[in-house]
């Protein structure tokens, strides 16, 4: 019961306080997909990944051909050959498996990549949102498409517009 009280206390005082902040959000996927600058460097880093999903694609295949010619040959191979044959389609498996988690794992090279091609473009949206809560005089700036669920939010209160003109994106391609 005390617990409930605390709570109901902490409501009250919190309360008039709280009717005082100037909150808005704003739609980063929205204000990333209209910039130019954005879809360049997103293209840039799918290329690298497309480059490493084809040398991936190959290695498999070589695998899987490999594979193909010791299940076609296993009974004329030597147990010393047929011991070679083993070792190389595992060999070539665990390089396979290493070149996925040096480009793809979650700290490989693609995850570099994407960090350091889409940092500075981060940075000036947040500046942006910075100066525009700054001029409005904002206590909070959320961002609808991220971690935070918005049940209900006031289109008045969205500055994603504001962002944009900061950012000097041409009005004309937020109609896509």
Same mark, same amino acid.
Do not use: C
């Given at each position: ?12 005082? *919190?309360?008039?306080? &709280?009717?005082? /902040?100037?909150? !808005?959000?704003?739609?980063? %996927?929205?204000?990333? #997909?209209? =910039? ?17 999903? *084809?040398?991936?694609? &190959?290695?498999? /295949?070589?695998? !899987?051909?490999?594979?193909? %010619?010791?299940?076609? #040959?296993? =009974? ?32 490989? %090279? ?67």
């Amino acid at each position: 019961m005390r617990p409930i009280l605390g709570l109901i206390a902490l409501l009250v005082v *919190a309360a008039p306080s &709280a009717a005082q /902040q100037k909150l !808005a959000f704003i739609d980063s %996927e929205e204000i990333l #997909r209209l =910039l130019p600058e954005y879809q360049t460097a997103r293209d840039q880093v799918n290329r690298l990944a497309g480059q490493w999903q *084809a040398e991936l694609d &190959a290695m498999a /295949q070589e695998i !899987a051909d490999l594979e193909r %010619e010791f299940e076609a #040959r296993d =009974l004329l191979y030597t147990p010393e050959d047929r011991e070679r044959k083993l070792t190389e389609i595992s060999t070539r498996r665990t390089e396979m498996g290493q070149f996925r988690r040096r480009h793809f794992g979650p700290e490989g %090279e693609l995850f570099r990549q994407e960090q350091t091609a889409m940092r500075p473009i981060q940075e000036r949206v947040l500046d942006a949102v910075e100066v525009i809560a700054e001029e409005g005089d904002y206590d909070f700036v959320f961002d609808r498409t991220g971690d935070l669920i918005f049940l209900y939010a006031k289109d008045a209160h969205n500055i994603t517009d504001l962002v944009l003109d900061e950012l000097d994106v041409d009005p004309a391609r937020r109609g896509l």
